[in-house]
């Protein structure tokens, strides 16, 4: 009797983790979708977004210096201005997420946004720059439409990574056609994290994915899924050639899945 075939396979085995040790360099800001755009560096990202009312930016990185000009060099870079920027919608109270949300305030006098739990999460941390030090102008909900002008935004509740982290649908276009794009808000397994809450925050997100025919995801920590190859891309398209962000359904699926294997084995 034959042996059985051995399993083929392409890939390589490479985890998804930051370069440890290096100092990333600012990644060219780009817009990726029709009016959507990347700014950050390999480790960390935000995310502007362009509405009839003004701009929205998911998440607002570390709280060095060299990052709130790498954010307002991003929005001109994009064409746009700071003081159109009226909402930072925060995923969750980790530091490299919250670090610039008080100061782009100061300058534009944007609104922040963050869950309530994890905005008692980050106050918790007294410890600068580990600890949120200013108040947010309001709570994302679970289930809550952020509206702007044209765009509504869905929030989700993921707890797990955090026991507040917000994850989102986002509504784009690529060169007007239509697409819904998801941000996963908490990649990582880390030691306090709640991983019984993770698995069941994956389930309960694919699900609501799935309802918006979600196609397209982003991710705020670049290294997760390439993003910064597929900006590359995108910086050097070839007519005709779709957008590497939009994956379809299915991989988007196996995407959310990544999560959710990552997180059962860590327990």
């Given at each position: ?86 909402a930072v919608l925060i995923t969750h109270g980790h530091f490299d997420h919250f670090g610039q949300a008080d100061k782009l305030r ?10 309530k739990t994890d905005e008692e999460l980050a106050r918790s941390k007294p410890e600068v720059p580990y600890g949120l030090t200013f108040p947010v102008d309001g709570w994302l909900e ?126």
């Amino acid at each position: 009797m034959r042996a059985p075939a051995e399993p083929s396979t392409w890939r390589t085995s490479r985890p998804h983790r930051p370069n440890f040790g290096s100092t990333p360099k600012p990644y060219p800001a780009t817009w990726f979708f029709d009016r959507m755009g990347f700014i950050g560096d390999e480790g960390v990202g935000c995310f502007l977004i362009k509405t009839s009312e003004g701009l929205i930016l998911i998440d607002a990185m570390y709280p060095e210096d060299k990052y709130l000009q790498m954010i307002e060099d991003g929005i001109r870079e994009l064409g746009c201005r700071g003081e159109d920027l009226k909402a930072v919608l925060i995923t969750h109270g980790h530091f490299d997420h919250f670090g610039q949300a008080d100061k782009l305030r100061d300058r534009y006098g944007c609104r922040i946004y963050l869950s309530k739990t994890d905005e008692e999460l980050a106050r918790s941390k007294p410890e600068v720059p580990y600890g949120l030090t200013f108040p947010v102008d309001g709570w994302l909900e679970d289930g809550q439409d952020f509206i702007l002008g044209d765009t509504a935004i869905r929030a989700v509740h993921t707890p797990g990574h955090t026991p507040g982290c917000m994850s989102f649908i986002i509504p784009v276009t690529d060169e007007g056609r239509p697409h819904h794009l998801a941000l996963w808000g908490g990649t990582g397994i880390l030691p306090d994290s709640d991983k019984e809450a993770y698995l069941a925050s994956v389930e309960k997100f694919s699900q609501i994915c799935d309802g918006y025919e979600v196609d397209a995801e982003i991710s705020n920590h670049p290294f997760v899924d390439n993003s910064l190859l597929r900006l590359e891309v995108i910086r050097n398209i070839v007519d005709g050639v779709p957008n590497p962000f939009v994956i379809g359904r299915e991989a988007y699926r196996r995407y959310e899945r990544m999560f959710y294997d990552l997180c059962k084995s860590k327990m």
